[in-house]
């Protein structure tokens, strides 16, 4: 088995990724919000400039001069995929990654009221009438393809869920639904080190992460 990381999260249970491959049941295929969560609460990645993690660290809650609530801010439940998109924290202004707990029923709040990416006819109508839905809307969905860890990461047929959020709904986000913040980017760049060094993902620790809902029908809206 892999040598349990030294820079442990403290918010988050991890496991061997040998582990997660060997005993877990995730699906290969479709689209699923997979993450890590309990009775009360779900953790979504985001990653940040340091003074912006700093701030968010320090007052458990996101603000100060750097954060903008006039902008989308974007959530992902899968922690592979985070890093993925932000190189293992190498990218410039995404060098932190925050493990932030919020709440259950303002996670599928959020995800009851998203707007999808992409324009079907058959539901909107016209691209017209869709733009429309997707400017009055504050939650943005998508969609993307999930990764395998690694340091050149490898695609997965399944779909793994982001949620672009604004206005008040950021905001509410933001500082009443948190119930944690962690900065658990000395646990990412120990396992970047370990990728550089063995080139092997079966020696990382991830976190546990299962099924939080499988999305069975395709949503239009």
């Not at 932030?100 to 079907?120: M, N, P, T």
Request: hydrophobic residues 35%.
């Amino acid at each position: 088995m892999a040598v349990q990381p030294t820079n442990l999260p403290k918010t988050l249970t991890l496991e061997s990724y040998i582990d997660q491959k060997q005993f877990d049941e995730l699906p290969e295929k479709g689209r699923h919000i997979i993450g890590q969560f309990d009775d009360d609460s779900i953790v979504v990645y985001q990653a940040y400039s340091p003074p912006i993690a700093n701030y968010a660290v320090e007052h458990q809650h996101f603000g100060g001069s750097n954060f903008s609530f006039d902008r989308m801010s974007w959530v992902k439940t899968s922690f592979v995929w985070m890093q993925y998109r932000c190189g293992w924290n190498t990218k410039p202004k995404q060098e932190r990654t925050l493990a932030v707990r919020i709440k259950r029923e303002a996670f599928d709040y959020i995800v009851s009221i998203a707007v999808g990416s992409r324009f079907i006819e058959e539901y909107h109508g016209t691209k017209e009438n869709y733009e429309k839905i997707k400017k009055q809307s504050e939650v943005r969905r998508q969609w993307d393809p999930d990764y395998a860890p690694n340091l050149e990461f490898k695609r997965l047929e399944r779909r793994a869920i982001q949620l672009g959020l604004r206005g008040s709904i950021l905001r509410r986000y933001a500082t009443e639904w948190i119930v944690s913040i962690e900065d658990i980017t000395p646990y990412v760049e120990e396992m970047r080190q370990r990728l550089q060094d063995t080139k092997d993902p079966m020696s990382l620790w991830v976190p546990v992460e299962r099924v939080y809902k499988e999305e069975k029908e395709v949503v239009y809206n």
